[in-house]
């Protein structure tokens, strides 16, 4: 990438450190390839439908993709559980597809993360088979087994993911011992404690990075380090599953492992991994001293209801905790796991009494005003796919339900345009389309200057020739209730960004009032001066 950018305001070239690593400055786009896009007609997305579909991420503006699982899986959790992890399952594509992919990808300067699940696997891996053939085999430790407790009941009170009822361990009738899973019964932990597990476990990063892939997003991996002891969750956090809550020192010793290996391979590759913790702090301290995760997740931005103080609060807490360790943050506002954002803060304003004309008027705007402070933070980005077309979640009908999670509604297809299958030509798709697929389709949206989409482009390609919103410094400014203030500076670049989380118009103070509009979420730009007026739920960006 290239050591100097422009910055068109100001005209003139500035110099960029040249040690900032691209997954600082890149935008990432989640593919959840089951739903992109389906190069075979089946109905499920596949490599080969992702492959066709680049150019239209080039048009976009991202800088990198990550691509959640398409490994060889039995699909009980769609792909989390991982019976192979060095071959594509066939719903996919194959091994040769992935490469084209990824050659591709390359000669358009996109990068390629993707999913490592390092904590489980499927329990139709081998090993697993082994590990319950008997007691003595040679894979049996590679999982985490225990006898049961003299009453009979689970080795201890961990609660597994999903179904908040159910231990984290089922009993294995044959060889009459418990095993440990944080997620499904199919998806068996993996016993981190046996070196022959981490060894094997890097042989899967080495199979992917010789493959040429630009780095992991690491699924769960603060969880790849247990307490030995695997003592009791405390009673206060009874019902909280225990991914949510594995928090132990060892974790650290093999991340800074793994974070060896790939800073032994050239070209920059990274991890980002998915610390689960519903902490900041907790969160921040998976970086090491940056000899850990380059990237972690933080989720509390992502639960956090569309208002002011509250992302300031999450804005604060992010500053504090990443500041004093040189860390670099991410900034998430939907995934596949999570209602998408647009749909929470619906249902919240719903909740509170928003009735369906202000609705009307607002969802919209609420999308848009998001992806101003996503694509503007300091921080790397993450879309998920989909988000810049505005999609809500998809209503699942009873009998069309699939994941054991309850998260179908965020993992509709993509519709592609307004045609009947909307681009899904072949079989009907594994789940059914998000609301108002006609008007909100890739097509649709490309031809009109004034969508979802052309604001996500504005904003990507904004952000990419203005260093201020890129490597900039960051300063909370103060601002009237209900608006987020804030300054982003790289030497002579600066940009000023007001976010209007209210339904009413807001005026601030002399001080934010000055300059010339960049860019606003409700397109109302066209370069103007702007008068320190924010229409209800617009953000903008200023330069001086
Ligand atoms: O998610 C981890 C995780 O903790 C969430 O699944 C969370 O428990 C859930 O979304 C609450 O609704 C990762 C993957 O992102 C997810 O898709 C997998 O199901 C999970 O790990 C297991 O691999």
């Known amino acids: 990438m290239a050591g100097e950018a ?6 003139r070239h500035e110099r960029r450190p040249r040690d900032v690593p691209w997954w600082q400055r890149a935008v990432f786009y989640q593919v959840y390839p089951r739903s992109f896009a389906d190069g075979d007609g089946d109905g499920v997305g596949d490599l080969a439908g992702l492959r066709a579909r680049l150019d239209d991420l080039v048009w976009l503006g991202v800088d990198a ?5 398409f490994y060889r899986s039995p699909m009980v959790d769609f792909g989390y559980d991982v019976s192979d992890y060095c071959d594509v399952d066939p719903l996919f594509g194959t091994l040769a597809d992935f490469d084209a992919l990824v050659a591709d990808a390359h000669e358009r300067n996109l990068r390629v993360v993707i999913d490592w699940v390092p904590n489980h696997t499927s329990d139709r891996h081998p090993w697993f088979v082994d590990a319950a053939s008997g007691r003595g085999s ?30 984290a361990w089922t009993f294995h009738e044959p060889t009459g011992q418990w095993y440990l899973h944080l997620f499904e019964p199919a998806q068996p932990d993996l016993n981190w404690d046996e070196p022959a597990v981490e060894a094997a476990m890097h042989d899967v990063l080495r199979f992917w990075l010789d493959r040429g892939v630009d780095g992991f997003r690491a699924d769960v991996v603060h969880a790849i380090g247990k307490d030995p002891d695997l003592p009791d969750d405390l009673p206060e956090v009874a019902g909280i599953p225990h991914c949510a809550l594995n928090d132990v020192p060892v974790t650290h010793e093999r991340l800074r492992r793994i974070r060896g290996l790939l800073d032994g391979y050239p070209g920059d590759r990274m991890m980002v991994g998915e610390v689960y913790l519903l902490s900041t702090e907790a969160v921040a301290a998976y970086y090491g001293t940056g000899d850990e995760v380059h990237l972690a997740f933080n989720f509390p931005p992502l639960f956090a209801p569309w208002r002011a103080d509250r992302w300031r ?25 999570n209602p998408r954002h647009r749909t929470r803060y ?3 304003a719903a909740r509170a009494g928003e009735g369906a004309s202000v609705a009307a008027r607002r969802s919209e705007a609420r999308a848009r005003a998001a992806a101003v402070l996503l694509l503007t933070l300091r921080g790397t980005p993450f879309v998920y796919q989909g988000e810049e077309l505005g999609l809500a979640d998809a209503e699942i009908p009873e009998g069309r339900a699939v994941d054991p999670g309850g998260r179908d509604g965020c993992r509709a297809p993509l519709p592609w345009d307004d045609g009947v299958g909307h681009g899904w030509s072949g079989a009907e798709p594994w789940l059914p389309f998000p609301p108002e697929a006609g008007l909100r389709n890739r097509a649709a949206q490309a031809a009109d200057p004034g969508s979802v989409l ?28 209900g608006v987020l203030a804030y300054r982003r500076s790289a030497g002579a670049s600066t940009r000023t ?16 009032a000055s300059g010339t509009v960049d860019l606003a979420s409700d397109d109302a730009d066209g370069s103007g001066i702007f008068g320190g007026r924010l229409a209800p739920d617009q953000a903008v960006v200023l330069r001086p």
Request: glycine share 4%; charged share 20%; with cysteine.
């Open 6 to 11: 422009r910055d068109a305001s100001a005209g």
């Open 65 to 69: 993709l990550w691509l959640s699982p």
């Open 138 to 167: 040679a894979h049996r430790d590679w999982y985490v087994w225990r006898d049961p407790a003299p009453d009979g009941r689970p080795p201890n009170n961990w609660v597994a993911a999903f179904d908040l009822t159910a231990p």
């Open 313 to 337: 609060t999450c804005i604060d807490d992010t500053l504090a905790a990443f500041g004093p360790r040189d860390a670099w943050p991410t900034w998430v506002l939907s995934n596949h796991d």
């Open 346 to 348: 619906d249902r919240a």
């Open 454 to 481: 052309h604001l996500y482009r504005r904003l990507l390609h904004l952000r990419r020739r203005t260093p201020a919103l890129v490597d900039g410094t960051f300063e909370l400014l103060e601002a009237p209730a």
């Open 497 to 512: 960004v007001l976010v209007n989380f209210t339904g009413d118009p807001q005026v601030v103070p002399p001080a934010l």
